[in-house]
């Protein structure tokens, strides 16, 4: 049996890493301790949050197609602690104190650091709050680290870390002082920096992942679970606004095509490097409870998606028409492109105008190789059933469908 503490159990990656653990202790008859460092949310106390989240998600996960008609919710409980945390608050203080830990400082396998702020936006505001939970995070995490008996310490950093978006990118490559393309990259930079300068000076077993672009779940149930419509998703759901308030209120939009023309800069022969999120939580799990050779690794495809590709498909599935692929932003812009430029333009350009990048793969297969997974291909196929999902909930946007009826899928 293994103790683990794991943050951002809320969100997409940490939810999935928490499934995967609770799927093992299943499977293999282990029972592994997940101690769950999180928020409450409004009035839903984080315990409730995870209920919820294991009731629904987490049965589709753990169970897969087996799944029984009632879920034996305490029976999963009772290998989780919820104990309510901050990632954000007096810089230096660990996370959370140690009294408040279940069975206190000693005996701990792993902490796995999942919580973060993913945002794209570049004003100062969001600057100011990735780099408060990213890079304070950073620093409370690893001071709760410093402080209890533990076997590993798993920091869940990002492939855009490097400090450049050019050739090959080593998961070692990390330059504060290089370019990045948002305040998100740079925070999940210096937090990474904070680990690794930990590592050194405390000699603890640390590995550091860097995931590239995060999808929906493509081996586990359900395909293409999200929990909320972030990164890639955030473009089509907001391009999806741009249609719902061309059209006019009360049509519904995912069932009518619509024209919103627009000539959308791309680097032609470029990609987003996606990954599923099961895929990475089975790998993290693997590093955080078996020794590794590695201390950081890439958690990317082999092929990125080209931009053509996916991008059309989304287009396609929430029945945008008008989009034309070039390869240089146009200078005569008319009003809705120099509204897109302004606002989605700016979140996104950094990301699919830049050349072909490729991440170096080597630890990404000596622990693939170790936990026994591949990563699937996230080709056309694979990236519709990611969109099936999706759009089956509206791409969280309430008026998708005419009415305020749509499910926005959120634990
Ligand atoms: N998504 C991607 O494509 C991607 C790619 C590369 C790396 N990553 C990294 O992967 C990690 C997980 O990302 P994700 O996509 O799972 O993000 P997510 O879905 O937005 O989840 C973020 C998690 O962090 C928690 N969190 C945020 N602020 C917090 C705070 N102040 N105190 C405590 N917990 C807080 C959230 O809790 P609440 O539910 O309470 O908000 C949630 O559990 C992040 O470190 C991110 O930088 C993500």
């Known amino acids: 049996m293994a103790r683990l503490i794991l943050t951002g159990a809320t969100g997409l990656l940490g939810r999935n890493v928490l499934f ?27 315990r409730q949050r995870v209920m919820d989240m294991l009731s629904t998600d987490g049965a589709d996960y753990i169970f897969g197609e087996d799944r029984p008609p009632a879920i034996d919710l305490d029976a999963l409980l009772s290998q989780v602690r919820c104990v309510e945390a901050d990632a954000v608050g007096r810089a230096g203080d660990p996370i959370v104190q140690i009294g408040e830990l ?34 304070g995070g950073a620093q409370r995490v690893t001071a709760l680290a410093g402080q209890i008996e533990l076997g590993k310490l798993v920091f869940v950093g990002s492939a855009y870390s490097a400090g450049r978006m050019a050739g090959t990118i080593l998961p070692d490559d990390l330059d504060l002082a290089g370019s990045f393309a948002n305040p998100y990259q740079r ?12 590592a050194e000076l405390s000699g603890l077993d640390t590995v550091v992942v860097r995931p590239s672009t995060i999808g929906g779940r493509l081996i586990e149930e359900r395909i293409g679970a999200v929990p909320t419509f972030a990164v890639f998703y955030e473009w089509a759901a907001r391009m999806l606004r741009f ?9 519904p939009a995912l069932d009518e095509w619509h024209r919103l023309p627009l000539r959308f800069h791309i680097a032609r022969g470029s990609g987003l490097h996606i990954v599923p999120a099961d895929y990475c939580a089975k790998l993290i ?35 945008v028409a008008g989009v034309e692929f070039v390869g240089e932003r146009p200078a005569d812009l008319d009003r809705f492109e120099r509204h897109y430029y302004r606002t989605l333009g700016d979140m996104f350009d950094p990301y699919v105008t830049v050349p072909a990048i490729h991440f170096d793969l080597g630890a990404t297969r000596r622990l693939e190789q170790a936990a026994g997974i591949a990563c699937p291909v996230v080709d056309g ?31």
């Open 381 to 411: 196929a694979a990236f519709d059933r990611l969109m099936a999902y999706a759009v089956e909930r509206g791409l969280g946007v309430p008026e998708a469908r005419g009415d305020a009826e749509a499910t926005v899928a959120s634990a």
């Open 285 to 319: 799990v693997h590093a955080a409870l078996h020794p590794t050779p590695d201390r950081a690794i890439h958690l990317a495809p082999e092929r990125s998606t080209p931009h053509e590709l996916y991008v059309r498909r989304m287009l396609d599935w929430i029945k």
């Open 20 to 46: 995967e653990v609770l799927k093992q202790s299943l499977r293999r008859g282990e029972r592994h301790m997940v101690v769950v460092l999180g928020r409450a949310s409004g009035d839903r106390s984080l």
């Open 243 to 251: 249609k719902i308030r061309a059209m006019g209120p009360g049509r």
């Open 102 to 135: 279940p069975g206190g400082a000693r005996g701990w396998d792993a902490l796995v650091h999942c919580a973060g702020q993913t945002s794209f936006r570049t004003d100062s505001e969001t600057a100011r709050r990735v780099l408060d939970v990213n890079f």
């Open 187 to 198: 925070s999940k930079a210096a937090a990474e920096r904070v680990v690794r300068d930990f």
